[in-house]
């Protein structure tokens, strides 16, 4: 890549790695972010993201690599040298400070002048829907205020690089979902590049333009959210993404086919089947009800397997279903093949 390239300009991670004593945290990372771009890293705790957002910030020394941001390494700096934001979920605000007080000690202490100050606090109180909590103190503001205070820090200090820890872990489920949409856009429009650290695939997928998945320590895939989803290299990454998970049945030696269960439908067993498709006999253990959607669970063999539909057609299915042999059925072009050992993508 030439220093003209766009991702010279955001965050370049080469080679990077960290060990502590005989343990390996993360092992040769290899990433680019580019400015404006929003990059998740997800994965399960202890799969090394929040250990690489810790190198990122120069919380921990590398072991081995670098790091670049736009266009300097920044491997030896000291945390304060490196320009960046960090958000974590843990909001880490003064308790006895306003949220004014709070969003403009930074600037005060760097020595910016008052009248610039309160400018740059009236656009981001506007802009994060903040004004009304200007006075208050954060015992005073709900979990989703405070989580909008800590962005409103971060942003202010107009960094090369924001760096976001799970930052709205702490939320409830109806919180996460309203303030996603908000977060999305709002990183976008600083044009700098976001690292944004999460275990939550809803977030990652609903947040980043691309995702980097991270198994004890090493890069699994890295892509769109929809690419992942679509195209796993291997059955942790099609494991990981999904919800209801994919459905992993042996029905080949040595392979696992993996089936999405939105794929899945079910079917009368003689029905006549197209060459088109697939099918096992199942046998229907349980229902989920979640609103407009199913989720019915199935006994293939000794497999369990999950069917996504929705209400109205697995109401007219349990109408119907007294005493009928039946059958869930797939289209051949759904299937994804894995080898049962490796968990590698086959074919």
Not at 183 to 211: C, F, K, N, W
Request: net charge neutral.
């Amino acid at each position: 890549m030439t220093s003209s390239s766009p991702a010279r300009s955001g965050l370049v991670l080469s080679q990077l790695c960290r060990r502590v004593g005989q343990q390996t945290l993360l092992q040769n990372l290899s990433l680019e972010v580019a400015p404006g771009e929003v990059l998740a890293l997800l994965g399960p705790s202890g799969c090394g993201k929040s250990t690489t957002l810790r190198l990122i910030a120069g919380l921990d020394p590398v072991s081995g690599g670098d790091i670049e941001l736009a266009g300097v390494t920044i491997t030896p700096l000291p945390p304060a040298q490196r320009n960046v934001a960090m958000v974590f979920q843990s909001y880490a605000l003064y308790p006895h400070l306003s949220v004014a007080k709070n969003l403009s000690l930074g600037l005060e202490l760097r020595r910016v002048p008052r009248p610039e100050i309160e400018g740059e606090l009236q656009r981001v109180l506007a802009l994060l829907q903040l004004e009304s909590c200007r006075d208050r103190k954060p015992a005073e503001l709900s979990g989703g205020q405070r989580q909008r205070v800590a962005l409103a820090r971060a942003l202010l200090r107009k960094p090369a690089l924001f760096l976001l820890d799970e930052p709205m872990s702490n939320l409830d489920a109806q919180l996460r979902e309203d303030l996603r949409g908000e977060l999305r856009g709002l990183l976008r429009s600083t044009g700098a590049p976001v690292v944004y650290v999460t275990h939550d695939q809803h977030e990652a997928m609903g947040l980043a333009d691309r995702i980097a998945v991270l198994k004890a320590g090493e890069l699994q895939q890295v892509g769109s959210p929809a690419e992942l989803y679509r195209n796993p290299q291997n059955q942790f990454v099609a494991s990981f993404l999904g919800s209801p998970s994919i459905n992993l049945l042996p029905l080949n030696p040595g392979e696992l086919v993996g089936l999405r269960p939105e794929h899945l439908e079910v079917a009368d067993a003689s029905t006549p089947l197209s060459s088109t498709y697939a099918a096992v006999d199942a046998h229907r253990e349980h229902l989920e009800w979640l609103g407009d959607r199913v989720i019915s669970h199935w006994r293939v063999r000794d497999t369990r397997v999950k069917v996504l539909s929705d209400a109205q057609s697995s109401s007219a299915e349990l109408a119907q279903e007294s005493n009928r042999r039946l059958q869930l059925r797939w289209r051949r072009e759904d299937e994804l093949h894995f080898e049962q050992s490796s968990g590698r993508r086959l074919r």
